[in-house]
């Protein structure tokens, strides 16, 4: 077993000191560092517009699809949706996806 030492000497990094066996109780990561598939939070990505949507071009919204999935589900969100189907679709997720609108 290699030990590390470190001598700051008069060096303060404005930390208040610790013991040398201080011990950490829980951890900040999960034990099982693999994604869960009993969970995975629901993110809603809005088509771009309402041309992509109605002739399905899915072509850029795939970058976004792709990047969501990574971590999470990836839910569509249609722009065609009334205030109220809107409401009851965003109550459904967990998180929603927003971006700046596409150049034209």
């Known amino acids: 077993m290699v030990q590390w ?8 990094l404005g930390l208040p000191p610790s ?15 693999q994604p ?4 995975r939070p629901r993110v809603g990505i809005p088509w771009r517009t309402s041309h992509e949507e109605v002739n399905r071009i ?12 990574a971590e999470a589900e990836p839910i569509h969100v ?3 949706l009334s205030p109220n189907e809107l409401a009851a679709k965003i109550r459904d997720l967990d998180a929603s996806f927003s971006r700046a609108p596409p150049r034209t």
């Open 36 to 39: 869960s598939t009993t969970h």
């Open 5 to 12: 030492s470190l001598s700051l000497g008069s060096l303060s």
């Open 58 to 69: 899915t072509n850029k919204l795939q970058y976004y699809f792709a990047a969501v999935a």
């Open 78 to 80: 249609s722009l065609q």
């Open 19 to 33: 013991p040398p066996d201080a011990t950490i109780w829980c951890s900040m990561i999960p034990a099982n560092s």
